[in-house]
């Protein structure tokens, strides 16, 4: 039988203190109220994924993929069954109350 060595090490991660943006305490981790993120929490979208240069949102009970780049400027809303969608500004989006697609149309 060979002799087998085992080395531990230990690895110490520090987590750096998080200051609250209020004197109340409180953390806020919503976005800001003018921003797309906003917009697609208030539409019940919700973060799925980011890629370094773009972010996707989806509402999986209705079947929307919204899709933004790191400007923020515009957003890609998209029906995932057909892939049907439409490019909008954030004040086009602000607009919008529902989105209907082939998954749920109320």
Do not use: H
């Not at 004197?23 to 697609?40: I, N, Q, T």
């Amino acid at each position: 039988m060979a002799d087998v060595t085992t080395e531990t090490t230990t690895t110490t991660d520090t987590v750096p203190a998080v200051t609250p943006a209020e004197p109340s305490g409180v953390l806020d981790l919503r976005p800001p109220k003018e921003s797309v993120r906003a917009e697609l929490c208030r539409l019940g979208l919700e973060f799925s994924s980011a890629d370094g240069t773009a972010e996707s949102w989806r509402d999986y009970q209705r079947g929307v993929l919204a899709t933004f780049d790191d400007s923020g400027t515009s957003v890609t809303l998209t029906d995932v069954k057909t892939n049907l969608g439409r490019t909008l500004t954030l004040d086009g989006l602000k607009a919008v109350t529902r989105i209907d697609t082939m998954t749920a149309a109320d």
